[in-house]
């Protein structure tokens, strides 16, 4: 599975960002999607996290509400939806895939380059 992020740039606080990740595998809907971000010095960290179907979801705290992801399997495409962004969202975000629905990195084997996201205060 190869994975394309994209999307990314400079927001204001309060502002909104569509990050979109393109998969180039004919089995895409056989995969959970998942969305990881790291900050300068930090490790990388869960954002959000959608089943096959897109019908189940999971989120992180700090972006529940205000972030949504979604996907188009006819599209191979999965999004994350970034809104109420913050300073502290500042990071480079990664999609990345794996064969069971997971908030945790060690389940994902496929991920994409990422794609830097820079929220100005």
């Known amino acids: 599975v190869q994975l394309q992020a994209s999307g990314g740039g400079l927001a204001q606080a309060g502002g909104s960002l569509r990050l979109f990740c393109a998969a180039s595998v004919r089995t895409f809907s056989r995969y959970a999607m998942g969305w990881f971000r790291q900050a300068p010095g930090k490790e990388r960290e869960f954002v959000a996290v959608?089943?096959?179907?897109?019908?189940?979801?999971l989120y992180a705290d700090s972006v529940k509400g205000r972030f949504t992801i979604s996907r188009d399997n006819a599209k191979n495409t999965v999004y994350l939806q970034m809104n109420s962004l913050k300073p502290e969202d500042t990071a480079v975000y990664y999609c990345a895939a794996a064969q069971r629905f997971s908030e945790y990195p060690r389940e994902y084997h496929n991920w994409g380059q990422g794609t830097l996201v820079t929220v100005s205060s």
């Open positions: 959608i089943n096959w179907s897109g019908g189940s979801t």
